[in-house]
Structure formats: structure tokens, C-alpha cells
Nanobody, 127 residues
Framework: QVQLVESGGGSVQAGGSLRLSCEAS????????VAWFRQAPGKEREGVAT????????YYDDSVKGRFTISQDSAKNTVYLQINSLKPEDTAMYYC????????????????????WGQGTQVTVSS
């Protein structure tokens, strides 16, 4: 049974940084993709970053390039999202998701490409 547990969210001022963690258990399929999505109140859930396990290949949504960094620690079964220069518009619930690569080839920032989700961690940025 796949379980994803996010942590590291909080309330910060604009310009600050946070590091979110996603600890995975029960992931028996390999390779796999782990992604971070976020959902602000009244908005659709959007993908911000994804990493292809093993290869370490990463992909970011254009809106977060240069400020967000996704990384993995395979020994700890944990994927991180480092967020720098936080902006009020980054305020959202951040979710971790995992699944096999889409069509066995690529990690996509597409909600339907992921069947396994965590409960989320809240990030609130004040101006």
C-alpha cells in the first residue's frame, strides 16, 4: 500500500523559504515519478515540479522555475521541494503524488497521471 506523507509547510513572510518533504512508503514499482502539486482556494490543482526516480530528471512548471527545486534522497525514500523567494501567490495546499512514468517513459505535471496522493501540507505566505 503506497503512502505519502508531506511535511514542512507553514506560515512565512514573502521572500522567505521553506523545504517541503514527502516521505514515501510501500512504493514497490520502479522507476517511478514523484511530483508536487498545489491547490489554492477556489483554484484547480496544478503541478509545479516532478522528478523521475533513478535518473533524477526534473521538470518544472514555468511559473516556479528558478525558485523551486525538487530533489530526492533515495536512502530515506523522501522527495523534497525547496521553495525560495516565496510570494503571496504561492499560498496553497501542497500535495505530493507518485506513480509509474506515463506510458513508461516520462513524468508529467498532469493530475491524471498520478494515482497516489498524500494529504497535503499548507503553505501560507504573507506580504
Amino acid at each position: 500500500q503506497v503512502q505519502l506523507v508531506e511535511s514542512g509547510g507553514g506560515s512565512v513572510q514573502a521572500g522567505g523559504s521553506l523545504r517541503l518533504s514527502c516521505e514515501a512508503s510501500g512504493v514497490t514499482f520502479s522507476p517511478n515519478c514523484v511530483a508536487w502539486f498545489r491547490q489554492a482556494p477556489g483554484k484547480e490543482r496544478e503541478g509545479v515540479a516532478t522528478i523521475y526516480s533513478g535518473r533524477g530528471t526534473t521538470y518544472y512548471d514555468d511559473s516556479v522555475k528558478g525558485r523551486f527545486t525538487i530533489s530526492q534522497d533515495s536512502a530515506k525514500n523522501t522527495v523534497y521541494l525547496q521553495i525560495n523567494s516565496l510570494k503571496p501567490e504561492d499560498t496553497a495546499m501542497y500535495y505530493c503524488a507518485a506513480d509509474r512514468p506515463w506510458l513508461g517513459q516520462a513524468c508529467l505535471l498532469w493530475r491524471n497521471a498520478f494515482n497516489y496522493w498524500g494529504q497535503g501540507t499548507q503553505v501560507t505566505v504573507s506580504s
